[in-house]
């Protein structure tokens, strides 16, 4: 690989636009595709170029088939919103960042955001209906909403289930899950929308402190974003 | 020295300190293997790495290779697995298969 190919390639990382390198296997050659055009030494034919770019839609990387040509797929980096900047927030945060999550963590109260763990993940500091509006949750987005505070999660629960986010998750007790749901309902959600909320939210591993939920919430969002990308 | 846990990202910076590197990458798996088809190792020629190819089992001998083919100036392509004849050194434990494109970064 040529030095000027990996910069345009960490470029393109960088920037987070989706890009595949395509490399010959007997070392001939290399290009780098995006949806912009293609780049480089190895001329593709028009249906090596359609089975690469597939690849970048599906994230999937792998051997082309019936050839000697490996495209390695950059797709951007899953996302997770975290919705109120309270002690779960604290290490989950740091926990989804190491999983290679990009967090973006929403509360109003900036004393909040500003604290601990929380110092260098990036934050929005508004309401979470204007908050939501400006991440507009992607399908490779999760949104878990902390709170358990209906002035807040509400606004934002409502925004991730308008939008093709993979995953939705609210803290809260069972109790604390039915009055959310006949809330939502209320604003004309109807059973199978409100079934995409994960409420409880993480899964059940008996978890006791911040730390221990934030490890059955990564895992259960983990586990979805995995067995949607097999379906696929 | 800056330092990054992302392949691609300590490449960068290596090539700025002016040391000669490579850039692993696993293309195929057969069976059960620990890191997907993607994966990323980079390494130098001192066999310093980032990232990893496997669960530990054939990062020393993808880092000689590399150091090979930086000093040949050539890629090649590694195969590992129970068939290799190196199964009893650095074979995948797992009984799984790994193809590894090793290739030179020069400018």
């Given at each position: 690989?040529?030095?000027?190919?990996?910069?345009?390639?960490?470029?393109?990382?960088?920037?987070?636009?989706?890009?595949?390198?395509?490399?010959?296997?007997?070392?001939?050659?290399?290009?780098?595709?995006?949806?912009?055009?293609?780049?480089?030494?190895?001329?593709?034919t028009?249906?090596?170029?359609?089975?690469?770019?597939?690849r970048?839609?599906?994230?999937?990387?792998?051997?082309?088939?019936?050839?000697?040509?490996?495209?390695?797929?950059?797709?951007?980096?899953?996302?997770?919103?975290?919705?109120?900047?309270?002690?779960?927030?604290?290490?989950?945060?740091?926990?989804?960042?190491?999983?290679?999550?990009?967090?973006?963590?929403?509360?109003?109260?900036?004393?909040?955001?500003?604290?601990?763990?929380?110092?260098d993940?990036s934050?929005?500091?508004?309401?979470?209906?204007?908050?939501?509006?400006?991440?507009?949750?992607?399908?490779?987005?999760?949104?878990v909403?902390?709170?358990?505070?209906?002035?807040?999660?509400?606004?934002?629960?409502?925004?991730?289930?308008?939008?093709?986010?993979?995953?939705?998750?609210?803290?809260?007790?069972?109790?604390?899950?039915?009055?959310?749901?006949?809330?939502l309902?209320?604003?004309?959600f109807?059973?199978?929308?409100?079934s995409?909320?994960?409420?409880?939210?993480?899964?059940?591993?008996?978890?006791v402190?911040?730390?221990?939920?934030?490890?059955?919430?990564?895992?259960?969002?983990?586990?979805?974003?995995?067995?949607?990308?097999?379906?696929? | 020295m800056?330092?990054?846990?992302?392949?691609?990202?300590?490449?960068?910076?290596?090539?700025?300190?002016?040391?000669?590197?490579?850039?692993?990458?696993?293309?195929?798996?057969?069976?059960?293997?620990?890191?997907?088809?993607?994966?990323?190792?980079?390494?130098?020629?001192?066999?310093?790495?980032v990232?990893?190819?496997?669960?530990?089992?054939?990062?020393?001998?993808?880092?000689?290779?590399?150091?090979?083919?930086?000093?040949?100036?050539?890629?090649?392509?590694?195969e590992?697995?129970?068939?290799?004849e190196?199964?009893?050194?650095?074979?995948?434990?797992?009984?799984?298969?790994?193809?590894?494109?090793?290739?030179?970064?020069?400018?």
């Amino acid at each position: 690989m040529k030095i000027q190919t990996l910069q345009a390639l960490r470029a393109r990382v960088a920037d987070k636009i989706p890009c595949a390198m395509v490399t010959a296997l007997d070392g001939t050659a290399q290009t780098l595709v995006d949806g912009a055009g293609v780049s480089g030494d190895l001329t593709l034919t028009a249906d090596e170029l359609a089975e690469v770019r597939r690849r970048i839609a599906l994230d999937r990387s792998g051997v082309l088939e019936n050839t000697q040509l490996f495209a390695r797929v950059y797709g951007p980096a899953p996302r997770m919103v975290i919705v109120g900047a309270v002690h779960i927030a604290q290490v989950l945060a740091p926990m989804a960042r190491l999983a290679g999550f990009e967090v973006t963590v929403i509360d109003p109260r900036e004393s909040f955001v500003r604290s601990g763990q929380l110092a260098d993940i990036s934050a929005i500091v508004a309401w979470p209906d204007e908050a939501m509006r400006q991440v507009a949750p992607d399908a490779r987005t999760a949104v878990v909403t902390l709170t358990h505070d209906p002035k807040l999660d509400d606004p934002a629960l409502a925004t991730a289930l308008r939008s093709p986010a993979f995953y939705i998750g609210a803290l809260g007790s069972k109790k604390t899950h039915a009055k959310r749901l006949e809330r939502l309902a209320g604003e004309g959600f109807g059973p199978e929308a409100l079934s995409r909320i994960h409420g409880p939210v993480g899964l059940d591993i008996n978890a006791v402190t911040p730390a221990e939920i934030a490890v059955s919430i990564l895992a259960q969002v983990i586990a979805i974003l995995r067995v949607e990308g097999r379906r696929q | 020295m800056t330092t990054s846990s992302d392949p691609l990202t300590q490449l960068e910076h290596w090539i700025a300190d002016g040391r000669h590197v490579a850039l692993a990458t696993v293309v195929a798996t057969w069976g059960s293997s620990p890191r997907p088809v993607g994966s990323h190792m980079a390494i130098t020629d001192q066999g310093d790495f980032v990232g990893s190819v496997s669960g530990g089992c054939i990062e020393g001998a993808v880092v000689d290779a590399a150091r090979d083919a930086i000093s040949a100036a050539s890629p090649r392509l590694l195969e590992f697995g129970v068939s290799n004849e190196m199964a009893w050194e650095v074979g995948l434990a797992c009984g799984g298969r790994v193809q590894v494109w090793v290739e030179p970064v020069s400018s």
